[in-house]
């Protein structure tokens, strides 16, 4: 069975630009985070959705937005890029409900952005 | 916001040692759990902890769960050049909607065959 997919795997765009990342979440899950991964850093927490409604959100500016498709994949915007959003952003899937216990949080291999 | 603190930073050791690495937090957790991260890749799942002093083992991995609920350990027995990489703990926090995980800094762990 095919893990967590991201799109596109690396991406170069400049200042001030809106970027797209698309995840496909592991079939059967239908919870998808967002995480930020900034070079020596842990991850971030961005975005939680399940069941296509927000269910968190994480200390990042709006121009951050999410939204998950009828079909659980999902996509993270992100407008008037700046220098600092240059990471790796990560998205992760899980089976059971965002407060079940037992939750386990499988995770893509992320979209590398780089902002110029 | 809540944050984790992970020791040791980074760690070199020879292959065939033990190792053992910790979080602690200010705030109680949930849930704890342990991921390895390798270079171009995301974090994957090693263990999952949901008791407070919960010990539980994954081959040669064994992690525990804090009785105060703001601190876990991994220890990796008898280590192997595929070890190599950087461990990160997380700690879950269940909401009244979501939850979300808070990572620590990452352990760097070089073995040297």
């Known amino acids: 069975d095919a893990g967590v997919t991201q799109s596109p795997t690396h991406l170069i765009k400049t200042r001030g630009q809106h970027v797209t990342l698309r995840c496909s979440p592991i079939s059967g899950h239908k919870s998808v985070s967002w995480y930020q991964q900034v070079l020596g850093q842990g991850p971030q927490f961005i975005f939680q959705y399940y069941e296509k409604e927000e269910r968190g959100r994480g200390n990042f500016p709006d121009r951050f937005s999410a939204r998950q498709f009828p079909n659980y994949s999902s996509e993270l915007n992100v407008n008037a890029l700046l220098l600092g959003d240059s990471a790796l952003y990560l998205c992760?899937?899980?089976?059971?409900?965002?407060?079940?216990?037992?939750?386990?949080?499988?995770f893509g291999s992320g979209t590398q952005l780089s902002v110029l | 916001g809540q944050q984790l603190n992970q020791s040791p930073q980074s760690m070199f050791i020879q292959e065939g040692e033990d190792v053992s690495m910790n979080c602690t937090s200010s705030?109680?957790?949930?849930?704890w759990l342990w991921y390895k991260q390798e270079p171009g890749e995301g974090p994957v799942l090693l263990i999952a902890l949901y008791k407070a002093g919960e010990l539980t083992s994954n081959g040669r991995l064994t992690a525990q769960f804090g009785i105060t609920r703001k601190d876990s350990f991994l220890n990796i027995s008898a280590s192997i050049p595929s070890d190599v990489g950087i461990y990160f703990c997380a700690g879950q926090l269940r909401e009244t909607s979501g939850s979300r995980l808070t990572f620590g800094e990452g352990t760097q762990l070089t073995v040297n065959p």
């Open positions: 992760a899937s899980s089976y059971r409900q965002p407060f079940a216990t037992n939750e386990k949080l499988f």
């Open positions: 705030s109680i957790f949930n849930t």
